[in-house]
């Protein structure tokens, strides 16, 4: 607790609150039983996260465990599923931990005098914010395809004429100075407007 200043904070708590501390002290062979290189590979901001999840920062008796609500807030801070949940439960006067990687049990009191407990737990608290599966981050969204316009066609000119025969000639058929070219061929009419916009058919 030194090397993470959690020790500084605690006495600050415990000289500045009436809600007294629980903590939760794994014992030698809890640290031992760990995978090689477990603590080592942890970020300082990770160590301390890991030494706060391990008090609470309420005073807890053994008796009081069975009625206390779950999660336990941690001195880690958000007890959300994912996240620093501490959960406990009770048959007789065993208390069970479970932080979603690790189930242990209370083996016994090593201090207590109403203001402060300290309990011994067979296994380290290791908490799902540090220890769960990490939540993939998400792919970049994929840029948007920009559709190409579609070229306009190029508008007939007044001698144009095709394979059917038709001819097209230039007129303002409105009186309203729009532009229309007219293909006549065997008696059928098309209107298109001047730069190929919009087009209809009539029968002459």
């Known amino acids: 607790m030194g090397t993470t200043q959690v020790d500084n904070q605690i006495n600050n708590q415990l000289n500045n ?3 007294g501390m629980t903590i939760f002290a794994p014992s030698d062979s809890a640290f031992s039983s760990l995978q090689a290189g477990t603590l080592n590979a942890l970020s300082d ?3 301390d996260e890991l030494v706060q999840f391990h008090v609470v920062p309420t005073f807890l008796s053994i008796s009081q465990f069975q009625t206390v609500s779950n ?3 941690t001195q880690a801070g958000d007890s959300r599923n994912g996240q ?3 959960n406990v439960t009770t048959s007789g006067n065993q208390v069970n931990i479970s932080t979603g990687i ?3 049990t209370v083996d016994n009191t090593i201090f207590t005098d109403n203001q402060i407990a300290v309990y011994q737990v067979d296994k380290v608290l290791l908490p799902l914010s540090i220890f769960g599966p990490q939540t993939p981050t998400p792919a970049p969204a994929p840029e948007a395809t920009k559709k190409k316009k ?3 066609a190029d508008a007939p000119s007044s001698d144009d004429s095709d394979s059917s025969g038709g001819v097209w000639s230039r007129c303002e058929c409105d ?3 729009d532009v229309y070219w007219n293909w006549r061929v065997r008696g059928v009419c098309v209107v298109m407007m001047d730069g190929g ?3 209809f058919m009539i029968f002459c």
Do not use: H, I, M
């Open 45 to 47: 901001e990770q160590k």
């Open 71 to 73: 999660p336990l807030r």
């Open 150 to 152: 579609a070229a306009v």
């Open 84 to 86: 620093f949940p501490l």
């Open 102 to 104: 690790v189930n242990t």
């Open 197 to 199: 916009v919009g087009g």
């Open 17 to 19: 609150s009436n809600n």
């Open 175 to 177: 009186g309203g100075g």
